[in-house]
């Protein structure tokens, strides 16, 4: 069994940036695919950003291009998503993700989820 539990979200102004983590815990044989998907008000949960199990691979929603990044430290079994130059439109609870195999954009793919946290940005 895998836990993930998220933090780092709040309220930031249009413009600014947050930096969400994601503590791993629990017994896997290697690092897993992890994703960060997000769901705002009455919209379906989206995919956001993947990191394949060696940190070599991400991959980006076309909305966050350019402006998210996603990385992960092995040591500290921690997954990051930097979110810079933030939109109200990006306001939602963020979901850390973690998956043994499948499609790296598929929210069904996924196998073990976070509770979430909210990134709010006022427009």
């Known amino acids: 069994q895998v836990q993930l539990v998220e933090s780092g979200g709040g309220l930031v102004q249009a413009g600014g940036s947050l930096r969400l983590s994601c503590v791993t815990s629990?017994?896997?044989?290697?690092?897993?695919?992890m994703g960060w998907f997000r769901r705002a008000p009455g919209q379906e949960r989206e995919f956001v950003s993947s990191i394949d199990g060696n940190g070599g691979i991400t991959n980006y929603a076309d909305s966050v291009k350019g402006r998210f990044s996603i990385s992960r430290d092995h040591a500290k079994k921690t997954v990051y998503l930097q979110m810079n130059s933030l939109k109200p439109e990006d306001s939602a609870v963020y979901y850390c993700?973690?998956?043994?195999?499948?499609?790296?954009?598929?929210?069904?793919?996924?196998?073990?989820w976070g509770p979430g946290t909210q990134v709010t940005v006022p427009s």
């Open positions: 993700a973690a998956r043994v195999r499948g499609r790296w954009h598929v929210v069904d793919d996924y196998d073990y």
């Open positions: 629990g017994r896997t044989l290697s690092p897993l695919a």
